[in-house]
């Protein structure tokens, strides 16, 4: 009985009695939000980024000694990213030194109304414009006036009592946060629509300077985003695509060096652009704890609740013994989730949280392809992860899918979703989906122009 010990048996206790509150809850409060059709944004071949731009784009930056030239390349190299992805026109145009606004409109006009536009294409005879209750768009880096949500309610000829809700500042994970608005509203309004727009404006805020943590959003971060159409009516359920099971948020902002570690700000020289610094990896970690803390619950079996606390139970009497402690057994995802669409923001990331969770290389394989063919798109990455999922199909009746978004702030906004139908769209990979995942046959073509950059001999340049 020493195993059942009162710490252990009250520790039981409180999951069982959480597990059960919540189910109660969650049935009674409960509100659908089905997700009917999704689109991401695919770009034009001449915009893409292959690394003869890259290299010319580097080049321009007069700023940089070889030494800065170097540590941009071998970034480049080692990034994950290939040669297929998205950049804004100006910066394609050489003009990313002095942008306007109107690059910056163009740049967010032609992600949203391309997306909206097949959006309202694929659902037409369903929905329309003049159907929409709701609109959430958001974009971190650019607030006009009048609004992006106004711009898009002005092309749409949407009605005069749609609820819109523009959301401005909050990084990569702005499409989850925008999801968990459209559920809570979704409580009080029956028979709704709504629409969520993530994108991400690059154009007006490429980095200029020669800051090695503020360079790395320029090999990172491409054009790209998606619109989702969502409603809470009962009697589309049969056409949805996927149901939302649960939305969780925490924020770790309170902590100076987690709110300070992706901020944008300018640098020494007075060069705007988005400082990266190396506590995210911890800030990021400590505010993915937080909220699996809250959301793991909610969608893992009892028993298997039950088995990680009793685990955990007896390596703490075995600690406490004097014996050492072993690696650690964590809680076993695979027991009540099926995919993980882990946000592309790079491949330390995407490999971290991995680790972190012991996912395998196949669970991982979404988000480090939609990383290599697209890059990371900011809010809208998490579509492409679930796209190509869709298009691999991967994704049957009954699943269930955790997306893992983090941004700045510093926060941590994952959702999970249920799949109501197999899915077997090739969507926005339908051009490339074939090639992947095969990458050990893809060439890295910056490795091969630039293998220079990893040779010590070549840092003689002390700037």
């Known amino acids: 009985m020493e195993l059942f010990s009162l710490p252990s048996l009250f520790l039981i206790s409180t ?24 689109e991401c944004y695919k770009g034009k071949d001449e915009r893409k980024l292959d ?23 071998r970034t480049m190299v080692s990034s994950g990213i290939g040669e297929e992805t998205y950049g804004p026109r100006n910066v394609l145009e050489g003009r990313e030194a002095s942008p306007t606004l109107l690059d910056a409109h163009s740049e967010m006009d032609e992600i949203m109304f391309d997306t909206l536009d097949k959006l309202f294409h694929k659902t037409k005879g369903l929905v329309s414009p003049s159907d929409i209750d709701i609109l959430v768009v958001n974009v971190s880096l650019f607030a006009p006036s009048p609004s992006l949500t106004s711009r898009v309610i002005n092309r749409y000829k949407m009605r005069e009592d749609i609820k819109s809700y523009n959301l401005s500042g909050l990084g990569c994970s702005a499409s989850v946060i925008s999801i968990d608005i459209v559920q809570r509203i979704f409580e009080t309004r029956e028979n709704s629509f709504a629409l969520v727009v993530s994108t991400e404006t690059m154009g007006p805020h490429w980095y200029c300077g020669k800051d090695r943590s503020m360079m790395l959003s320029n090999c990172l971060f491409r054009a790209g985003g998606s619109s989702v159409l969502l409603t809470n009516a009962p009697r589309f359920k049969n056409m949805a695509l996927m149901k939302l099971v649960t939305a969780v948020r925490a924020h770790v902002g309170s902590d100076d060096e987690a709110y300070s570690c992706c901020i944008q700000m300018e640098d020494k020289d007075g060069h705007p652009g988005f400082l990266l610094t190396k506590y995210l990896q911890k800030a990021a970690a400590r505010a993915l704890t ?8 909610r969608v893992l079996p009892l028993k298997e609740l039950i088995r990680y606390a009793i685990v955990r139970a007896f390596k703490g009497i075995t600690t406490t013994k004097g014996e050492s402690r072993s690696s650690g057994i964590g809680l076993d995802l695979k027991t009540g989730l099926d995919h993980f669409c882990i946000h592309p923001g790079g491949r330390a990331i995407i490999e971290g949280v991995g680790k972190s969770l012991g996912l395998t290389e196949f669970d991982i394989e979404p988000a480090r392809m939609a990383l290599h063919r697209f890059g990371n798109t900011s809010s809208g990455g998490l579509w492409y992860v679930l796209g190509y999922m869709e298009a691999k199909k991967r994704l049957k009746k009954g699943d269930k899918i955790l997306m893992m978004s983090m941004g700045a702030g510093f926060e941590s906004n994952n959702c999970v979703w249920k799949v109501l139908k197999d899915l077997d769209d090739k969507n926005v990979w339908e051009d490339s989906i074939d090639r992947y995942p095969e990458m050990s046959k893809i060439p890295n073509p910056f490795l091969e122009k630039y293998n220079w950059i990893n040779d010590d001999t070549m840092s003689f340049v002390r700037v």
């Open 15 to 38: 999951l069982l009695v959480l597990y059960i509150s919540k189910y109660v809850l969650n049935k009674r409060n409960q509100r659908n939000c089905f997700m009917l059709h999704y």
């Open 51 to 73: 690394t003869e731009t890259c290299a010319k784009i580097v080049q321009r930056n007069k700023n940089l000694g070889l030494e800065e030239y170097r540590f941009l390349l």
């Open 290 to 297: 937080l909220n699996l803390k809250v959301l793991l619950p």
